[in-house]
């Protein structure tokens, strides 16, 4: 079963609007969710994260929104550049029950215009 | 710091043959782990180390076998390779204290079997 699921596949936004990716998950042992970045021939990299405490994560032009009783998050890009056309991976864990393991969405790839 | 290195970055195999993936990281991290990501699948972890001469199975480790052996070395061995191995592999390392349990990537190793 797919306990991280990113429902869509791609998306494509115009330069300077903003970009929204969502993740739905299914465990509700999941506490603390993470977003990551990955380029072509490149390995993910870690872009935000938000603890299951919180509603809401802010660094810089990317926000991360969670919504417990929806068991949804998304990542927000404001304003979307050229350079943040990637794939775009939704992770999640549970200490309880899963220590430090991930466990990942399918991805979305994100494709800003100039 | 390199961060985290895989050797090799690209290979062909024929089915039946046998190969070892490395992983090295310098970052003095205790926990280690083996992906694969394939299309419209996300990452899926193969097996994992929570220390120096311990792993444990993921969700995926049918056909692999690891070893930790020093701290910084994390092995995937494939037995006998299959075309359902067809994939990009990618190491990564985390901290035991870190906060969302970000993981750290490797480049990726692309694997065709024919």
């Known amino acids: 079963d797919q306990q991280v699921k990113q429902n869509s596949p791609s998306l494509s936004v115009q330069e300077g609007r903003i970009s929204i990716l969502n993740c739905d998950y299914t465990?509700?042992?999941?506490?603390?969710f993470l977003w990551y970045k990955k380029y072509p021939a490149e390995g993910p990299t870690f872009l935000i994260s938000?603890?299951?405490?919180?509603d809401k994560n802010e660094d810089g032009r990317f926000t991360v929104f969670l919504n417990k009783s929806a068991k949804h998050l998304s990542l927000h890009i404001v304003p979307s550049q050229p350079g943040d056309s990637a794939v775009y991976f939704c992770?999640?864990?549970?200490?309880?029950?899963?220590?430090?393991?991930?466990?990942f969405g399918e991805g979305t790839q994100l494709t800003v215009n100039p | 710091n390199a961060g985290v290195t895989q050797t090799p970055k690209f290979r062909v195999l024929k089915t039946g043959q046998s190969m070892t993936l490395l992983c090295a990281q310098d970052?003095?991290?205790?926990?280690m782990y083996w992906y694969r990501q394939d299309p419209g699948m996300g990452l899926r972890l193969i097996h994992y180390?929570?220390?120096?001469?311990?792993?444990a199975k993921g969700e995926v480790p049918d056909g692999y076998n690891v070893s930790r052996l020093k701290k910084q070395n994390f092995l995937l061995g494939l037995e006998s390779a299959a075309p359902s191995q067809t994939s990009v592999y990618f190491c990564?390392?985390?901290?035991?204290?870190?906060?969302?349990?970000?993981?750290?990537f490797g480049p990726g190793t692309r694997l065709t079997v024919l």
């Open positions: 990564a390392s985390s901290y035991r204290r870190s906060s969302y349990n970000e993981q750290f």
């Open positions: 465990n509700s042992m999941f506490d603390y």
């Open positions: 938000i603890s299951s405490i919180k």
């Open positions: 992770a999640a864990s549970a200490r309880e029950t899963s220590g430090s393991r991930l466990t």
């Open positions: 970052m003095n991290h205790e926990y």
């Open positions: 180390s929570v220390g120096e001469g311990t792993t």
